[in-house]
């Protein structure tokens, strides 16, 4: 019998992979047909989950879309924050973390598209959110910005709202461009356009020939892996319901089980039924059955390697 906290946990896992699939597919669908085709039927379908699903999770399409966004936002305020945090000057800070964030949105061009262009028309509480972080931007520019020379006072607030406006409209124009080159490109000329109301035009004009300080390897060998993790399941010839995934995580945490404990613990009534998933769950080679030889034995459950790396790949995505 499996402890009451113990299924609470599972479910509550399970549920955080269903919503981390539907995540990953509306930033898939939202980049490919925009916000407006962004619809709950393609989004489910690319996800793998049911309707029921969706709505046991989101309120509804612009509930889903802001979760995403928010996910795309987590992304870069880390990337950013440790590339920010890892230098002692304000103009290196703000160097370095304008070139992690357009590394990140490189390698993320689907999430780059969905958080910069797509937002825009997404709805109020995705634009409402937007300009939280656009406010969030221009306070963090401001902190520790070096003051005009001669001067007693910062500069004026709008100036670092015309600064973070300028450099995502110049983001945004590249992004609906196909045949822009990379987004690190424009490192130069963005620093330049922060560099001249703080530092003047000759620290400006520096930025225009220095080259884009590296990102952290951390950062970007942490997204291919997840780019690995999703090529891993594409190519899993099966949808991975809930009651798949929670069959996985249950045998994960029970290795040994039985058909009756994987059944109660992945919440399928009827067994018929949780022995033809586990047939199938064989067949791709993600569990296999540890049961000792002959008959009168009931059959004991176990993750393959296989298996683990398809767990693996949900837990990250």
Known sequence: MVPHDQETVSRDRVEDFQRARIVSA???VASELGYLGAAVAPVVARAGV????????????????????????????ETMLEAYAS??????????????LLRMLDLEPELA????????????????????????????????????????????LLTAEGVVGGAFSVIHGRLLD?????????????????ALPYLGPSAAGEELTRSAP???????????????????????????????????????????SSNREVARGGEIPDEGQASKLLARLVKLDLIANSRSPGPGFPNR???TEHGQQVLGAVQRR
């Open 214 to 256: 590296e990102t952290p390897p951390r950062e970007i060998a942490s997204a291919r892996a997840d780019r690995g993790g999703g090529r891993l399941l594409e190519k899993l010839d099966m949808r991975l319901t809930y009651r798949t995934v929670r069959c996985l995580v249950f045998i994960a945490e029970h290795p040994g």
């Open 113 to 156: 598209r969905l958080c910069v262009i797509e937002a825009l028309g997404a709805g109020r509480l995705v634009l409402a959110r937007r300009t939280q972080i656009s406010d969030e931007l221009v306070a963090a520019l401001e902190a520790k910005a070096p003051r005009p020379r001669g001067g007693t006072s910062a500069l004026p």
């Open 178 to 194: 196909p045949d822009a080159g990379p987004l690190i490109e424009l490192h130069g000329q963005l620093m330049a356009l922060i």
């Open 301 to 303: 459950w176990t993750l």
């Open 50 to 77: 049911s309707r029921r699903t969706f709505y046991e999770l989101f309120d509804g399409r612009e509930d889903c879309f802001l979760a995403a966004f928010d996910w795309g936002v987590r992304q870069a305020h």
């Open 87 to 100: 230098q002692h000057s304000w103009r290196d800070r703000v160097r370095c973390a304008l070139a992690a």
């Open 26 to 28: 509306m930033v898939e």
